[in-house]
């Protein structure tokens, strides 16, 4: 396939990515003004004749179910708590009445369908190979047009040889965008539950860590194996016993991870709703070859 094609492909998919962001989930509680939902609709028509006229075909996903995939990749350890996401996405749909999609296999950053998805999610406990210069522009570009990535280091250590790798990957994929501290007033943590502390399988560190783009926090990192205080076995008992805190503290990791991924959903609709802007501007910025 000719490649200018399969980037102009890439970035359709992107761009429906930022545009379905706004008004993809069907939330009870949650109803935007007419004005936003008519500026949605009016927004993607024009997308959609915009593709039509220079023929590219669009692929559509199903989006009125959240599936979060896991990222795979060499070397390492990818996939340490196998049920984590399925386990998040039951405490998603039973709290919030999203539907979900589980069971999902890992993916690829290089899989064709990684623009179909929203969020995903990379987990770890070991050192990984660097992903490849055509990866990191895959992931750079998804995360840039509206995709969401969480990170989690399931080692339970401060200085994992996994967190060494992330902050090597971080570093090669925004170059000019530093990783810091989340502060507290951050939607994140108001997104759904109102939260005044972070959580995980064992507290690591007392804060989360984040990559900002225009406004929009595109990627965040938890050293707290928020993966092992979700995870289930097939009898739905928990995995792992917490380290320090009990069953209060897993409640907390279990509704940090339904705020990070209300957050990745609908951005700052409390705040100020400024995800629309952004989109905007963005595909002001970004236009098609």
Wanted: glycine share 6%; proline share 4%; aromatic share 10%.
């Amino acid at each position: 396939m000719d490649c200018s094609l399969t980037y102009s492909m890439e970035r359709r998919q992107s761009f429906i990515i930022a545009i379905e962001n706004v008004s993809r989930w069907r939330l009870k509680n949650f109803r935007p003004p007419l004005i936003l939902n008519l500026m949605v609709s009016l927004f993607k028509l024009m997308i959609s004749l915009l593709f039509f006229k220079i023929g590219i075909a669009t692929a559509h996903a199903d989006y009125s179910s959240l599936s979060i995939p896991q990222i795979k990749y060499e070397d390492g350890h990818s996939n340490p708590h196998p049920t984590a996401i399925d386990s998040l996405l039951g405490q998603i749909e039973r709290r919030t009445s999203i539907e979900t999609d589980r069971g999902l296999p890992q993916v690829a950053l290089s899989h064709p369908n990684l623009y179909q998805y929203p969020f995903i999610y990379m987990a770890g406990s070991e050192e990984f190979r660097m992903f490849s210069t055509n990866e990191l522009q895959r992931l750079r570009n998804y995360l840039s047009y509206g995709g969401f990535l969480l990170i989690d280091d399931n080692s339970s250590n401060a200085n994992s040889k996994f967190d060494i790798s992330v902050r090597k990957m971080i570093g090669a994929l925004f170059p000019q965008v530093f990783l810091k501290k989340i502060s507290r007033d951050h939607s994140i943590f108001r997104s759904f539950y109102l939260i005044d502390r972070v959580s995980g399988r064992k507290q690591v560190n007392s804060y989360l860590e984040g990559i900002n783009i225009k406004g929009r926090t595109v990627l965040i990192y938890s050293t707290n194996d928020l993966g092992g205080a979700w995870a289930r076995d097939k009898l739905g008992q928990w995995t792992h016993s917490i380290i320090g805190g009990g069953s209060r503290q897993r409640q907390l990791a279990i509704r940090l991870g339904v705020n990070i991924v209300m957050y990745a959903l609908t951005l700052d609709y409390k705040k100020d709703m400024v995800h629309l802007p952004i989109i905007l501007e963005r595909l002001k910025r970004h236009q098609l070859p």
